[in-house]
Nanobody, 120 residues
Framework: QVQLVESGGGLVQPGGSLRLSCAAS????????MAWYRQAPGKERGLVASITRRDSTKYADSVKGRFTISKDNTKNTIYLQMNSLKPEDTAVYYC??????????????WGQGTQVTVSS
């Protein structure tokens, strides 16, 4: 079992920045992937960014060049640095852990979500 707690959301003006954090209750070193998803009102939850245990990253086309995912295995925490925010980035952002890597199929764990609102 892994508990995930997100933080760092809030209200920001267009063009601004936020950094989201997701703290896990245990080591994430053996998780296959850690990721951020988001869900806007009336839309499905979709992948924003992911990072594998070997630090390979993937981004949604809509956030490439603006968002950066990173992780600190020593703190059991992942981050999402969001720059040049746009109103369409407004959503609830969820942290996801998938793994451990040796379990087939892997388990999925979710945080409770943190609201990001981009508005002037």
């Amino acid at each position: 079992q892994v508990q995930l707690v997100e933080s760092g959301g809030g209200l920001v003006q267009p063009g601004g920045s936020l950094r989201l954090s997701c703290a896990a209750s245990r080591s994430i070193f053996d998780m296959y992937t850690m990721a951020w998803y988001r869900q806007a009102p009336g839309k499905e939850r979709g992948l924003v960014a992911s990072i594998t245990r070997r630090d390979s990253t993937k981004y949604a086309d809509s956030v490439k060049g603006r968002f950066t995912i990173s992780k600190d295995n020593t703190k059991n925490t992942i981050y999402l640095q969001m720059n040049s925010l746009k109103p369409e980035d407004t959503a609830v952002y969820y942290c996801n852990a998938r793994g451990p890597y040796f379990r087939i199929p892997p388990d999925d764990y979710w945080g409770q979500g943190t609201q990001v609102t981009v508005s002037s």
